[in-house]
């Protein structure tokens, strides 16, 4: 991919995030992943098998389409938040000059990114891609900038249900991980996501 594409990637989604205003799909979260990615490939030493530009693109794009809120009830977004990745992505993709092949990539790590926390909808038996940005999307969810999105505008009954939630999320992360290793190797080699809440 080229540098002017992933740039191009980058300021669309940035404006598709800025104009839905939801604050648990912002551009800070599609960064925040796309240094997970970064930390996870690393961490892994599959930087000879995965293209970092088109994980960066994917991290980028990844909640486009729930962020259009395409069906107007959060509720119905998230639910069929694969299948309409599946239906809006490749119209969203044909923008870009990309090859068919890294459409491909693209179009289907989003369509299986969904569903780790909290239904353990994992994507063990996946193509890398798929397994590294929800993995990367996983750890940004347990991280405190983005509970804090959860909380936006909630009354306390809420706050406190999201803490205890939270709470059994963050001790229980390994088992919604497509690589639960990487938690101890990212401390091992001191690449700590920053974010992770060990409690
Ligand atoms: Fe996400």
Redesign the pocket.
Known sequence: MKTKVLFQIKKFAKSEYEQSGDSQ?DFG??ER?ANNCELIVRALKLDNKVNGRLLTAASYL??VV?ARKIMKNYLLNHIFEKNLNRKFLSKILDNFDLTSAEKQVLKNSIVN?PYSIPYRISNKHNDLYSKILQDA?SL??VSPIREKSFLYKSGRLMQKLTTVYMTYIRKNLKSYLNFPEILSKLELDGLTAGHVNKT
């Open positions: 799909h979260h599609a992943v990844h909640d729930s990114h999307d940004d969810y």
